[in-house]
């Protein structure tokens, strides 16, 4: 179920069979549908993705102001992308680490935080579209998928850097990305938003919560061994302002990132 999402290219086939799967996975495990049994898979290395956009480096994505019609809507493009890019993280870390022995739990979370990033692409690519746009209209970031690379001989290092680095950023600017469409009172977008950044939450907290399963059963330090992940395929520093209050809630304590935000 996870490769064929993963090998599906195009964006709203890719989310609507990425949803299709997790209602299949919650009706099994509620007792509703035949037991769905966990195997191994080999899902490749990069996901297949539709034409457009144009993935470009970081430097190279044009910059826009969000303060003008354009700049919202690169704004709606860019978390679109982000989102797309999460579902495929998602349905990735299940199946390339199948042959890491893990509670049913930990498919019960993936599977759960996929399901909600395909429903926030959708929320992004219908805002997109009320705004005369639409998710492939604009260039995008290429380097989205370079952490899933990076770690995909290291299920730690994954955990580490995706959800409890990558996604916890997300909790730090999603507040002022909101505020920038509140001013433009455009409602949908504001709506979109604070669902995403609400649900968001717990996509880091299942992070923190399987890395610190897995320093438990290998008896390491969560902090020093996170510490040390991120400073090796982590590609910079950590950059605050962080939002620290919804750290806490989803289980990242301030001393695990704040010595991130300097060269080691």
Do not use: Q
């Not at 209602?23 to 297949?48: K, N």
């Not at 509670?103 to 996929?114: E, Q």
């Not at 399901?115 to 492939?136: I, P, R, T, V």
């Amino acid at each position: 179920m996870a490769v064929e999402v993963l090998t599906t290219a195009d964006a709203r086939a890719k989310t609507a069979l990425s949803r299709r799967h997790a209602a299949t996975w919650r009706a099994a495990r509620a007792g509703d549908a035949p037991t769905i049994e966990v195997g191994t898979a080999t899902p490749p290395m990069r996901p297949a993705r539709p034409d457009a956009p144009e993935l470009l480096h970081p430097r190279d994505v044009p910059r826009r102001k969000p303060g003008t019609p354009e700049g919202r809507i690169a704004l709606l493009h860019a978390v679109a992308h982000i989102e797309l890019n999460a579902v495929d993280l998602h349905w990735d870390i299940i199946a390339r680490f199948s042959g890491t022995r893990l509670p049913l739990g930990f498919c019960d979370d993936w599977v759960k935080a996929a399901d909600e990033e395909s429903k926030h692409f959708n929320l992004m690519a219908d805002c997109l579209e009320a705004a005369g746009s639409h998710y492939g209209a604009l260039p995008a970031h290429a380097g989205m998928w370079r952490a899933a690379e990076d770690t995909a001989e290291d299920m730690m290092a994954r955990l580490a850097v995706v959800p409890m680095v990558l996604e916890a950023r997300g909790l730090d600017v999603t507040p002022g990305m909101i505020e920038v469409f509140r001013r433009a009172k455009a409602s949908d977008a504001v709506t979109a938003l604070e669902t995403i950044y609400a649900e968001e939450v717990a996509h880091v907290a299942y992070g923190s919560k399987w890395f610190h399963f897995l320093c438990g059963r290998h008896d390491l330090d969560p902090k020093e061994v996170f510490h040390a992940l991120v400073r090796k395929h982590f590609h910079g520093n950590l950059r605050p302002p962080f939002n620290e209050e919804k750290r806490a809630e989803a289980g990242i304590p301030p001393d695990f990132y704040w010595p991130l935000t300097e060269d080691a």
